[in-house]
């Protein structure tokens, strides 16, 4: 394959033309002065300790149940289907029960909207359900209250608002419920007056079928795509698009496929993002110029494309800034037409309704509507929105406030000021999980039961009605939002499912409902497709209305964040502490820019900037945060992620609703005005001559190698040999243990790593740690950059242990902790590791992790021996019970999830009986990290069965292992990613 250009991980590593030696594994500054002898004495002083420590083992007790768990057998995982709710769609789930308790949730491979694959929200859910600082009981004026306290407030409420609702306001946030929606319509008829608000702080990407019929949104068929255009729309992100949508993309980026081409995927952005990342050509451009984008290709098509609604469409449409590369647009506009009806030009829902509108006539006029792109009915209602309750309580209208979730106080626009608002308002009641800022503001403070925890029903992105079922009681009394509403409307409000089996069974029967118990979902409940058309009328009207932002100015472009979205999972350490898939930032947020801009400003790495408006009108309102300079970022172009700048409580065991809390990140809501709602034109920045440390995980583990990650054009690579031949095992009647990594359809999402998280039971260590190169994440997404910095592509690789069948970390260990089985498996014997690290010193790629302390049981930021020890009681619940926890001393990493493959051969020896389970093929299961990915870029399974899936990738021409040279043969192999360019256009402009 054709050779590409040395990738580099940082700009400082560019800015050294990519040379890194071995010597740089140890800070600058470090020296080793200590002399033999006196490392003999420590030595001996190190072993007396610990047989001195070793005498005496804690006590602990072994309390049998008094009644056996329901269908519980010991060591058998249960198996429920249930649903994460979202407004962008639900997540359809299958979660491992164990004695009764939640430990670890997939995707339900049977749902139709997603199949496989899930995201790391909906991986690191059990963390947010166990953690000990939710909300443990309500709490009224700030005095303790009962259940019974809190359903007499409600009848009151009922009572005082029958047949009129004048003074009574609800809002709820934008998943999409059934019984939701028929919980509201009765409300409606007993209170006419009452005021039903809809917020979001971020909205989704088909959120504005703006040019549609009432009800109708948009919904992409990737899979039938050979061009993709996606302009300012991260459409692979999990965090902003479900699943399933993307699902149909990925299918066609493999280059080996044979019943459909190769798609092209073109992207138009400001920031690098995950879509980016995987894009063939990308253009670099301000999210206040996306307009001038599109305008420019409509123009291109139509002078090419005769059509009448977009000849009309650009004559109402005013000048949009923005000066796109000629190139670019060429080349993308000759891929369109010369695709016609196999394309998709998709705006991301940052952008306003001119820039929707005008996407959604060229699609038509590209023959994409009802092809590539459906129109579907949504059959939504319309409510109101949190501008119009903002009004509402100014003119202290509103008397009765129910705010069901969210967390307006904080994330509402700031022209709203929301939180004095919220002040006046009499009586207010808030339902949520953790103590917040819309908490303290609050009268009623009422426990929110987690989704694993209640009843309900929600909706898939494309409509499926998909059930939401509890897998263990509410841990704290929590309430849903369905029962708190059921007590308003005087139905049942106990914590059962008569409110949602009622809504069900209006239009489907008892057999029907318990069938959609079993499998998670109602069998053709899909919204139905319709032969829609668009509204010209409506188009003419938006696009005439345009008010075309100004681009002359430096702009600030809010991001959802990859880690803790619009700050709903700001208290889930599993995803603070997972690294971002550009920055590799834990535990903090950052405003990019790009070198370019960095230079103008005179900012440097960790620069403290105070980021304010143009405008007059919020002049006195500014962001602080710690500037990053971002490889292959727009010029005059600020991002950052929303979320953050918020007090998080800890996860030990003194940590309570009423923890200690510490900050993180920096909060960018206070310039967030309902017109910019994702990007303020026009902002001034000051350096304050402060700086701030990150904790940055991408050079923490560095392999001092070149070549490690590897990409080709589709044509060079069909007219290539292959890169290597594949390395061969011992054949033989045990199963030979293998993994195969797609970097072609990889897009770093990090759903492995949160998976391999939840699974082995690995624990988070805090920001500090992290700085110091102790993050304890068993997988890893190395992130790449190739090019100049400034147009630069982006790799991702997932590494992990290699499983090396020339294993250097095995010989060095004194102990014979780290062994070799007869599988291929490279794996820990907890009990032996007496922490000598010399395995972790010998291993090239730098997987290994090492407990520095009781990370399990030690407060965040607090891990030395003198803090406080013990494990919150519920943080014990969600703990996998097939994996060892692993204490102060003891090495740990990747074991190929040995567990599961136990489980396998276990199932197997029940189903043999007598007879020799050796003729009985291994129940089918996969790792956790394969099981998540939702591109499938990950394959495990038995290299010696020449028919399976991983055997066959091994044979690929793309296929490769790392560090070859050193003969230590990984199991391990890694698929060249390749990409599909036009071949008169550079990759990144």
Excluded at 101 to 117: C, D, F, Q, Y
Excluded at 196 to 213: C, D, K
Excluded at 298 to 325: E, F, H, K, T, Y
Excluded at 884 to 895: A, D, L, N, Q, S
């Amino acid at each position: 394959m054709s050779s590409m250009k040395t990738p580099w991980r940082s700009l400082d590593e560019c800015h050294l033309e990519g040379r890194v030696s071995p010597s740089d594994e140890f800070p600058a500054g470090f020296e080793n002065n200590l002399e033999r002898r006196q490392f003999v004495r420590l030595l001996g002083a190190s072993a007396a300790m610990l047989a001195l420590g070793s005498c005496r083992r804690p006590v602990a007790h072994l309390v049998p149940f008094s009644h056996a768990v329901e269908w519980s057998l010991p060591g058998k995982f249960l198996y429920y289907a249930t649903s994460m709710p979202s407004a962008a769609g639900a997540n359809p789930l299958l979660v491992a029960t164990v004695d009764g308790r939640p430990i670890k949730v997939e995707s339900n491979p049977l749902h139709p909207a997603t199949g496989r694959g899930s995201s790391a929200f909906a991986q690191a859910s059990v963390a947010e359900l166990y953690h000990p600082a939710r909300i443990r009981s309500i709490s009224c004026g700030g005095k303790a209250a009962s259940a019974e306290d809190f359903r007499d407030f409600l009848s009151r409420v009922r009572s005082k608002y029958q047949k009129t609702g004048e003074g009574l306001a609800v809002l709820v946030s934008g998943e999409i419920s059934p019984t939701q929606e028929r919980l509201r319509q009765q409300l409606a008829a007993d209170f006419p007056g009452m005021l039903w608000a809809v917020y979001e702080p971020i909205e989704h990407e088909w959120a504005a079928g703006l040019a549609l019929q009432e009800g109708e949104a948009l919904l992409p068929r990737f899979e039938r795509a050979d061009i993709v255009v996606s302009l300012d729309s991260d459409f692979l992100n999990p965090a902003e698009v479900p699943i399933g949508v993307s699902r149909g993309f990925y299918s066609r980026r493999n280059p080996d496929q044979r019943t459909a081409p190769m798609n092209r995927l073109y992207v138009a952005e400001s920031y690098l993002s995950l879509t980016g990342g995987m894009a063939d050509h990308r253009l670099r451009v301000k999210a206040s110029e996306i307009g001038g984008v599109l305008l420019a290709l409509a123009q291109a098509v139509a002078a090419q494309v005769p059509n009448s609604m977009l000849s009309s469409a650009l004559r109402a449409c005013p000048p949009l800034p923005g000066s796109p590369d000629p190139r670019w647009i060429a080349a993308c506009v000759q891929d369109l037409i010369s695709n016609e009806g196999r394309t998709v030009v998709w705006v991301g829902a940052s952008q306003p309704p001119h820039v929707q509108a005008l996407a959604l006539v060229l699609n038509r006029a590209l023959g994409n509507l009802n092809s590539t792109i459906e129109i579907v009915d949504r059959k939504a209602k319309k409510a109101a929105d949190i501008s119009s309750l903002a009004t509402a309580m100014h003119r202290r209208e509103v008397r009765h406030l129910f705010l069901l979730g969210g967390n307006p106080a904080y994330d509402a626009p700031a022209e709203l000021n929301f939180s004095s608002l919220l002040a006046q308002v009499p009586e207010t009641c808030h339902l949520s999980l953790f103590f917040n800022e819309t908490s303290r503001l609050s009268r009623w403070q009422v426990p929110a039961a987690h989704f694993l925890e209640s009843w309900g029903d929600t909706c898939a992105f494309d409509g499926t009605l998909s059930a939401i079922q509890p897998m263990i009681l509410p841990l704290w009394n929590g309430w849903s939002g369905l029962r708190v509403l059921s007590a308003l409307a005087g139905e049942d409000s106990t914590d059962s499912p008569i409110a949602v089996r009622k809504t069900f069974l209006e239009q489907n029967n008892e057999e029907e409902w318990r069938e959609f118990l079993r499998v998670g979902f109602l069998k053709n409940s899909a919204w139905s497709v319709i032969s829609g058309e668009v509204n010209s009328s409506s188009v003419m009207r938006i696009l005439r209305e345009a008010r075309p932002p100004r681009s002359s100015d430096t702009e600030l472009v809010f991001l959802r964040s990859s880690n803790v979205n619009d700050g709903r999972f700001a208290e889930n350490a599993w995803l603070q502490e997972m690294p971002d898939f550009i920055t590799k930032i834990v535990w903090d947020n950052a405003a990019l820019l790009s070198p370019t801009t960095a230079a103008r400003l005179g900012v440097q790495d960790g620069d403290i900037l105070e980021i304010s408006s143009n405008s007059a009108s919020s002049r006195s309102a500014f962001v602080r945060a710690a500037a990053l300079l971002a490889p292959s970022h727009a010029e005059d172009s600020i991002a950052i992620a929303l979320g953050y700048g918020r007090q998080v409580p800890d996860i030990s065991i003194a940590a309570s609703e009423n923890a200690q809390r510490f900050l993180v990140g920096f909060n960018a809501y206070p310039l967030r005005q309902s017109d910019s709602i994702r990007f303020h034109c026009g902002v001034r920045v000051f350096r304050r001559g402060e700086k701030h440390r990150f904790a940055q995980t991408q050079e923490n583990h560095t392999i001092y190698e070149e070549n490690l990650v590897r990409q080709a054009n589709l044509n060079d690579y069909q007219h290539a040999l292959p890169n290597s031949p594949p390395q061969t095992f011992p054949k033989g009647p045990s199963p030979q243990w293998a993994m195969a990594v797609d970097l072609s359809t990889c897009i770093g999402c990090n759903a492995c790593l949160v998976a391999c998280q939840a699974e082995n039971n690995v624990p988070v260590v805090g920001k500090e740690e992290v700085r110091r190169g102790r993050d304890m994440a068993w997988i890893r997404i190395d992130r790449y950059f190739v090019g100049d910095p400034t147009t630069a592509e982006v790799l991702p690789q997932m590494i992990a242990c290699q499983h090396c069948e020339n294993a250097p970390c095995e010989p060095v260990c004194p102990v014979n902790a780290t062994v070799h089985n007869e599988e291929g498996l490279n794996l820990m014997v907890y009990n032996r590791c007496i922490g000598t690290r010399y395995c972790s010193n010998n291993c090239p790629w730098k997987v290994r992790r090492f407990n520095f302390f009781d990370y399990n049981e030690r407060p965040l930021n607090q891990a030395d021996p003198s803090s406080p020890k013990g494990m919150a009681e519920s943080m014990k619940l969600s703990k996998n019970p097939n994996v060892t926890v692993r204490m102060r001393g003891v090495m740990e990493k990747c074991t190929f999830c040995i567990q599961r493959i136990e489980e396998a051969k276990i199932s197997r020896l029940v189903r043999a009986g007598p007879s020799d389970p050796e003729k009985l093929p291994l129940p089918s299961f996969q790792t956790a990290c394969q099981q998540a990915c939702p591109a499938e870029a990950i394959v495990f399974g038995n290299e010696a069965d020449e028919n399976s899936w991983v055997a066959r990738l091994r044979l690929s021409p793309r296929g490769y292992t790392l560090l070859d040279t050193l003969n230590t043969r990984p199991r391990v192999t890694y698929l060249t990613r390749i990409r599909n360019p036009h071949n008169e256009l550079p990759p990144c402009i």
